[in-house]
Protein backbone atom coordinates (compact mmCIF):
# COMPACT_ATOMS: atom_id res chain seq x y z
CA UNK A 1 0.00 0.00 0.00
CA UNK A 2 2.60 2.41 0.73
CA UNK A 3 4.52 2.09 -2.68
CA UNK A 4 0.78 2.83 -4.35
CA UNK A 5 0.57 5.92 -2.20
CA UNK A 6 3.63 7.31 -3.33
CA UNK A 7 3.19 6.26 -6.74
CA UNK A 8 -0.69 8.52 -6.10
CA UNK A 9 1.53 11.07 -4.88
CA UNK A 10 3.04 11.30 -8.40
CA UNK A 11 0.06 11.56 -9.90
CA UNK A 12 -1.46 13.85 -7.77
CA UNK A 13 1.86 16.19 -8.34
CA UNK A 14 1.47 15.62 -11.94
CA UNK A 15 -2.39 16.98 -11.93
CA UNK A 16 -1.41 19.75 -9.85
CA UNK A 17 1.26 20.83 -11.66
CA UNK A 18 -1.18 20.76 -15.37
CA UNK A 19 -3.69 22.41 -13.17
CA UNK A 20 -1.41 25.54 -12.10
CA UNK A 21 0.59 25.94 -15.18
CA UNK A 22 -3.03 25.83 -17.09
CA UNK A 23 -4.77 27.82 -14.97
CA UNK A 24 -1.57 30.76 -15.21
CA UNK A 25 -2.23 30.77 -18.84
CA UNK A 26 -5.94 31.19 -18.24
CA UNK A 27 -6.91 28.24 -20.07
CA UNK A 28 -10.30 28.31 -20.08
CA UNK A 29 -10.90 24.61 -21.13
CA UNK A 30 -9.36 23.57 -17.66
CA UNK A 31 -11.32 20.72 -15.94
CA UNK A 32 -9.33 19.76 -12.90
CA UNK A 33 -11.36 16.20 -12.60
CA UNK A 34 -10.98 15.42 -16.25
CA UNK A 35 -6.98 15.99 -15.69
CA UNK A 36 -6.52 13.88 -12.80
CA UNK A 37 -8.09 11.30 -14.34
CA UNK A 38 -6.27 11.48 -17.89
CA UNK A 39 -3.40 10.88 -15.32
CA UNK A 40 -5.24 8.16 -12.93
CA UNK A 41 -5.52 6.22 -16.46
CA UNK A 42 -2.16 6.16 -16.95
CA UNK A 43 -1.55 3.85 -13.76
CA UNK A 44 -4.68 2.55 -13.90
CA UNK A 45 -3.18 -1.38 -13.81
CA UNK A 46 -1.17 0.00 -11.15
CA UNK A 47 -3.16 2.27 -8.86
CA UNK A 48 -5.56 0.44 -6.13
CA UNK A 49 -5.91 3.77 -3.97
CA UNK A 50 -8.22 6.22 -6.45
CA UNK A 51 -9.62 7.99 -3.60
CA UNK A 52 -6.29 9.00 -1.61
CA UNK A 53 -5.44 10.84 -5.23
CA UNK A 54 -9.18 12.23 -5.45
CA UNK A 55 -8.97 13.26 -1.80
CA UNK A 56 -5.52 15.22 -2.13
CA UNK A 57 -5.84 16.62 -5.14
CA UNK A 58 -9.07 17.84 -4.79
CA UNK A 59 -7.95 19.18 -0.85
CA UNK A 60 -4.95 20.69 -2.44
CA UNK A 61 -6.63 22.78 -5.30
CA UNK A 62 -9.86 23.53 -2.59
CA UNK A 63 -7.16 25.01 -0.27
CA UNK A 64 -4.28 26.39 -2.24
CA UNK A 65 -4.84 30.24 -1.02
CA UNK A 66 -4.72 28.66 2.74
CA UNK A 67 -1.67 26.49 2.26
CA UNK A 68 0.30 29.48 0.25
CA UNK A 69 -0.82 31.72 3.43
CA UNK A 70 1.13 29.08 5.45
CA UNK A 71 4.17 29.10 3.33
CA UNK A 72 4.52 32.58 2.79
CA UNK A 73 5.55 33.14 6.28
CA UNK A 74 8.12 30.30 6.67
CA UNK A 75 10.26 31.02 3.50
CA UNK A 76 9.86 35.10 3.28
CA UNK A 77 12.75 35.29 0.89
CA UNK A 78 10.76 33.37 -1.45
CA UNK A 79 7.21 34.60 -2.41
CA UNK A 80 4.55 31.70 -3.49
CA UNK A 81 5.02 32.51 -7.17
CA UNK A 82 8.85 32.65 -7.45
CA UNK A 83 8.52 29.09 -5.96
CA UNK A 84 9.10 26.44 -8.56
CA UNK A 85 6.09 25.54 -9.75
CA UNK A 86 6.88 21.32 -8.76
CA UNK A 87 8.70 22.59 -5.50
CA UNK A 88 5.02 24.92 -4.57
CA UNK A 89 2.94 22.10 -5.45
CA UNK A 90 4.91 19.37 -3.32
CA UNK A 91 4.62 21.37 -0.46
CA UNK A 92 0.87 22.49 -0.70
CA UNK A 93 0.52 18.45 -0.98
CA UNK A 94 2.56 18.05 2.36
CA UNK A 95 1.07 20.74 4.17
CA UNK A 96 -2.57 19.70 2.88
CA UNK A 97 -1.55 16.20 4.14
CA UNK A 98 -0.27 17.40 7.86
CA UNK A 99 -3.05 19.43 8.35
CA UNK A 100 -6.11 17.48 6.89
CA UNK A 101 -5.13 13.97 6.81
CA UNK A 102 -4.62 12.02 9.97
CA UNK A 103 -4.04 8.60 8.27
CA UNK A 104 -0.44 9.20 7.82
CA UNK A 105 2.02 10.37 9.95
CA UNK A 106 3.86 13.15 9.66
CA UNK A 107 7.29 11.86 9.01
CA UNK A 108 6.13 9.86 6.29
CA UNK A 109 4.50 12.94 5.21
CA UNK A 110 7.73 15.00 4.73
CA UNK A 111 9.92 11.74 3.59
CA UNK A 112 7.32 11.50 0.92
CA UNK A 113 7.73 15.37 0.01
CA UNK A 114 11.57 15.31 -0.36
CA UNK A 115 11.71 12.15 -1.77
CA UNK A 116 9.58 13.40 -4.29
CA UNK A 117 11.50 17.12 -4.59
CA UNK A 118 14.66 14.62 -5.58
CA UNK A 119 12.91 13.13 -8.22
CA UNK A 120 11.24 16.23 -9.69
CA UNK A 121 12.58 19.26 -8.36
CA UNK A 122 15.95 20.87 -9.21
CA UNK A 123 18.94 20.38 -7.09
CA UNK A 124 18.28 22.21 -3.95
CA UNK A 125 14.24 21.37 -3.89
CA UNK A 126 14.82 18.74 -1.21
CA UNK A 127 16.21 20.94 1.41
CA UNK A 128 14.30 23.45 0.34
CA UNK A 129 11.19 20.83 0.61
CA UNK A 130 12.55 19.72 3.87
CA UNK A 131 13.70 23.01 5.66
CA UNK A 132 9.95 24.39 5.07
CA UNK A 133 7.58 21.52 5.91
CA UNK A 134 10.17 20.84 9.22
CA UNK A 135 9.53 24.61 10.12
CA UNK A 136 5.50 24.34 9.49
CA UNK A 137 5.33 20.52 11.56
CA UNK A 138 6.94 22.50 14.31
CA UNK A 139 4.70 25.58 14.35
CA UNK A 140 1.66 23.56 14.06
CA UNK A 141 2.92 20.75 16.71
CA UNK A 142 5.00 23.24 19.13
CA UNK A 143 7.59 20.81 19.28
CA UNK A 144 11.27 22.04 19.36
CA UNK A 145 12.28 19.05 17.20
CA UNK A 146 10.86 18.26 13.76
CA UNK A 147 9.82 14.49 12.50
CA UNK A 148 12.59 14.19 9.77
CA UNK A 149 16.38 15.22 10.31
CA UNK A 150 16.44 19.19 9.62
CA UNK A 151 18.38 19.80 6.38
CA UNK A 152 20.05 23.26 5.51
CA UNK A 153 16.67 25.69 4.02
CA UNK A 154 18.40 26.54 0.26
CA UNK A 155 15.98 28.47 -2.11
CA UNK A 156 14.89 25.95 -5.01
CA UNK A 157 15.88 26.65 -8.07
CA UNK A 158 13.44 28.74 -10.41
CA UNK A 159 12.91 29.14 -13.86
CA UNK A 160 12.14 32.65 -13.08
CA UNK A 161 15.51 33.74 -10.74
CA UNK A 162 14.69 35.92 -7.44
CA UNK A 163 15.62 39.38 -8.47
CA UNK A 164 18.69 40.42 -6.57
CA UNK A 165 18.82 43.56 -4.35
CA UNK A 166 20.33 46.44 -5.97
CA UNK A 167 23.35 47.43 -4.85
CA UNK A 168 25.15 51.40 -4.41
CA UNK A 169 27.84 51.84 -6.77
CA UNK A 170 31.61 51.95 -5.63
CA UNK A 171 32.51 55.39 -5.45
Not at 19 to 47: A, P
Not at 95 to 105: C, F, G, K, N
Not at 112 to 130: P, W
Given at each position: ???????????????????????????????????????????????????????????????????????????????????????????????W???Y???V????????A???????G????????????????????????????????????????K?????????
Amino acid sequence: MASNRHLGRIVVLQTLYEFDFRSECEDKSLDLDEVMQRNVDRYSETIDDKSFIDRLTKGVAGKSAELDAVIGPIAPEWPIEQIARVDRNILRMALWELTYSDDVPPKVVINEAVELAKAFGGDNSSKFINGVLGTAYRNMTGESKPPAQPKEETAPAEDDPKPKKATKPKK
